[in-house]
């Protein structure tokens, strides 16, 4: 991956995730200068609520980059709701503050 202008926005549950995450943009040689990571603050209720409260404006900021060498990367479990479940959540959550879809309403399909 070129990574040259390559930029990171990350919203995350948890240091676990925001582990991971790191790993890949080591992968990717995107360096720590060039992420910007917000995760859900430790033993601050629900992890998961902190993600999908957040997701709105995490989107509207990376919209606002103009820039398509600027990652979106969000992170939450599916362990109790499921892929399809969690994407149902984002979508509402983009739809309640009138926004648009960032992907299409058959992905995945299943």
């Known amino acids: 991956m070129n990574s040259q202008r ?21 992968h990717w040689d995107v360096g720590p200068r060039q992420r910007k990571v917000k995760a859900a603050p430790q033993a601050r209720g629900s992890a998961a609520k902190f993600v999908l409260d957040n997701f709105v404006g995490f989107v509207k900021s990376w919209r606002s980059q103009h820039d398509a060498n600027v990652v979106g990367l969000v992170v939450i479990d599916g362990d109790e709701h499921g892929l399809l479940r969690r994407r149902q959540q984002l979508i509402a959550k983009l739809a309640e503050a009138g926004e648009a879809a960032l992907f299409s309403a058959d992905w995945p399909a299943g």
Do not use: G, M, S
């Not at 390559?6 to 943009?25: K, M, N, T």
């Open 6 to 26: 390559l930029r990171l926005l990350i919203l995350c549950e948890d240091q676990l995730h925001q582990a991971f995450v790191e790993r890949l943009a080591k």
